[in-house]
Each structure stands twice: as C-alpha cells, then as structure tokens.
C-alpha cells in the first residue's frame, strides 16, 4: 500500500525512523538532516488525523556500555531528539522511558489525534539486532498502521525496521516518503539508466566496495576509480604504489574485477598521476609522478592533474552518474583537488540534464563540505543501503513492507 493510499483517521501510526545524529558533548543536535528527513512523512500522518508513535535507534549503546556493563542511558536517550523534533513540527512532542512493556502501551493507548510520541531508543535491547519476533510484537501492539521510512537502516533485519512489519497486514503499513523518493532514485540507475552510465568510486578501501564494483561492471560504461583504493588496483596490474594505501589479500580480487571489465566491455579508469606525499599530513612535501611509479617513503593522497582531465572528460560526457567515495584525503586541503574537481564535474553535467546520484557517507560529506549538495540530482541519506540497493540486494526493512 502506498502511503497517500493508507487510512489513517483516528488511527494510531508506528512509524520507524532514522534519528541517529550526531550530539554534542551537551547532547545537542549538531546536524538535524536526518530529523529534517522524516518530516514530510510525520506531516502527513498528522494531517490525516492520526496520532503518531515514532521510533528510532540512536548512535550504538550496545558497542558502548557504562563501565558496570549497563546500558549508558544519559547519552544514547531518545529524549535528545523531543526538543529538537518538537521545535521542527511547532507542536509538543511527548516522550516515554522504554520502548515496549505496560507503560508504553498505556502511554500509547491515550494518545489523541494528533499527538505525537517518541519511544526510547530500540538498541537498549538486545533483541532489536536480532530481529527478535517478541520484542517486535511488543511494539507492534501499539499501534494500528506500520510506516518504515529509515531508508538508512533498511539493509539491517533488525526488529523495529523488519520484522515488526509481519504484525501489520498489507492494507496498514507503507513506506514513508523518503523510503519512497530513495527507492525510485536508485530505480534510475539499476533499470535503464540513461547512457553513458559512469560510476565515480573512491574512498579507502577496496573491500568496502569490491561487491558494489563488481555489480556496477554489469550495468555500466564507465568506472573512475580514485581514492586509497586505486592503488590497489594499480598493484594488481604490476604498478608501484610505494608506501600508498593497499590490501595485498585483496590483489586477486582486484585482478578479477579488470578481468571481468575488459570482458563485458567496460572501461574502468585508473587515476594516470597522483599528488604524493612524503607523510600521511597536509603540510607534507607534495609532488605528482605517475600512479604506477611511486617511490618506496612516498604514498598516493589525490589523484593527479592528468586523472583530473581523464576523469573530467568521462563525467562531462556522462547521463547517468553514481558517486561514492572522495578521489584522495579531501580532508586536508592539499589533497582537496580531485574531489573538488570531480565534484563540479558531476554538476556541471547535471546542470546539463545528466542524472547523478551521490550515495555513501563520505562522499556526502565531500559534497556538503564543498556546498554543492543542492546541485547533483539526489542525495541519498543512507550510504550502507544505498550500496546495498546498487549492488543489487534486496534489503530486509523494503522486503518486509512489500511482503
Ligand atoms: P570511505 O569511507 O571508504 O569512502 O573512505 C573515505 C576516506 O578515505 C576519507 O576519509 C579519505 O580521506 C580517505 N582517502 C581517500 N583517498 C585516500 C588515499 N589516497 N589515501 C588514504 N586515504 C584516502
């Protein structure tokens, strides 16, 4: 059912959320994009006459107890987002201290229309990894209508994002709008995307990746690789990558993946220079040489001024894009170039009428830092699913609404 389709007069909605932001040492909001996200969907549900139940995990109690071993309740509390939430959708917002159980149900239970609940975050329980059946239940009962609209956690099968949809039938649970707009973007690149199809993949780690590479060789023209992880790649070609980035148990991988390319037809690009350094920070000695022959003592951190005009030429000839992962440490601003370059390439050919979606932390974190976010097509919130989604899986927390 899609979500304009479900009734929700005078019912009671759960709905799944993604709040996980980042807090201060105070335990203030610093970002509230993700809050932001959810608000049409929360809107809606208003609007319609419902009441609202909305729950969340926030940041990863369970990696990080208290010294006693117990839950450290004063910093992954919920109650962080009342505030903030409340403020964003001008009406109060209440809170209670659990997530299932009587209190909750009862709190629930006498919710009137168009009032608004947030449950305590779902990974104090163990069971909410699991995709635990009972604890799932226990949230299910409080309300009438399921709506999951945390596309960042849909590739996990935990019990708020998955298995509590069974206790729904089809008629009363949905995605939300943002699950909606993030589906039908990745729809665009993996059922007919507009051609030349290029993918612009970077980031340290070629094992983070290596899945969605392979994929990506099934459907695509043209794959740039930047970042830590091209060295990799050169080494499995015979290159010398000197003190650069590199997973040696990863070289057959790599020889596979340009095997498979060259077979299926599709360019993968490799940066011809790099801007190396003598030491892993932004006041080391630079120079360019070329990727393949990089001195013992220097190390690769961006991606030199021929891969720029290689890379720039594919993206400017480019209809659909995807991009994931910066071209070199654009963090320090002397190995900024690639990625800011890359960057406006991809806008310029989206200002040109080229698709380009931008998915996977680091990649959004380059854009935001260069404030060109507004200026590719999409952006995704959710970089792990979105991986998952390009790679072709289905993900548990889409799965269990369609079911
Ligand atoms: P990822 O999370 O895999 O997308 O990786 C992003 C991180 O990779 C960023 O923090 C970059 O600084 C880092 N990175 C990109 N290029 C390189 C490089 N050539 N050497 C080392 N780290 C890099």
């Not at 070609?237 to 060259?262: F, T």
């Not at 006041?283 to 070329?290: F, G, I, S, T, Y």
Request: aromatic share 6%.
């Amino acid at each position: 059912m899609s979500i304009e389709q479900l009734n929700l007069k005078g019912k009671k909605v759960l709905m799944r959320v993604d709040f996980n932001v980042p807090l201060d040492a105070d335990f203030n909001v610093t970002d509230d994009t993700r809050i932001q996200a959810a608000l049409p969907t929360i809107q809606h549900v208003l609007e319609q006459g419902a009441s609202l139940i909305i729950m969340s995990h926030l940041g990863r109690p369970q990696k990080k107890l208290n010294e006693d071993g117990s839950i450290n309740k004063t910093k992954f509390t919920l109650r962080h987002v009342v505030q903030p939430l409340s403020e964003l959708i001008n009406r109060p917002v209440q809170f209670v201290e659990d997530t299932v159980g009587k209190v909750v149900e009862a709190k629930a239970a006498a919710l009137q229309v168009g009032e608004v609940l947030i449950l305590e975050n779902t990974r104090f329980y163990k069971e909410e990894k699991k995709g635990d059946e009972a604890f799932a239940k226990g949230m299910s009962v409080l309300a009438d209508v399921y709506i999951n609209d945390a596309f960042g956690t849909a590739h996990r099968a935990h019990a708020s994002t998955a298995t509590v949809a069974q206790y729904f039938d089809k008629e009363n649970k949905s995605f939300g709008f943002l699950m909606n707009k993030e589906l039908n973007n990745a729809k665009k690149l993996t059922e007919n995307p507009a051609r030349p199809f290029t993918a612009i993949i970077g980031g340290a780690k070629v094992s983070d990746k290596i899945l969605l590479l392979e994929k990506l060789v099934d459907s695509v023209d043209n794959i740039l690789i930047g970042g830590g992880m091209a060295y990799t790649l050169i080494k499995a070609k015979g290159g010398q990558i000197g003190n650069s980035l590199c997973e040696d148990d990863k070289l057959d991988v790599a020889r596979a993946l340009l095997a498979k390319a060259a077979e299926k037809g599709v360019e993968i690009y490799l940066p011809e220079d790099s801007v190396v350094a003598n030491k892993f920070a932004n006041d080391a000695e630079q120079k360019v040489v070329a990727s393949d022959s990089i001195e013992e003592g220097w190390m690769g951190l961006d991606i030199g001024p021929k891969a720029v005009t290689a890379f720039v030429e594919v993206i400017r000839s480019a209809e659909s894009m995807v991009w994931n992962g910066p071209m070199g440490v654009f963090e320090m601003d002397n190995f900024a170039n690639g990625t800011k370059t890359v960057a406006e390439a991809v806008t310029e050919s989206t200002k040109d009428g080229a698709f380009s979606l931008v998915g996977g932390g680091d990649s959004v974190a380059a854009l935001n830092h260069l404030e060109k976010a507004d200026e590719v097509s999409y952006v995704s919130t959710g970089g792990g699913a979105m991986l998952k989604l390009l790679e072709g899986s289905k993900l548990p927390g889409v799965e269990a609404i369609l079911a």
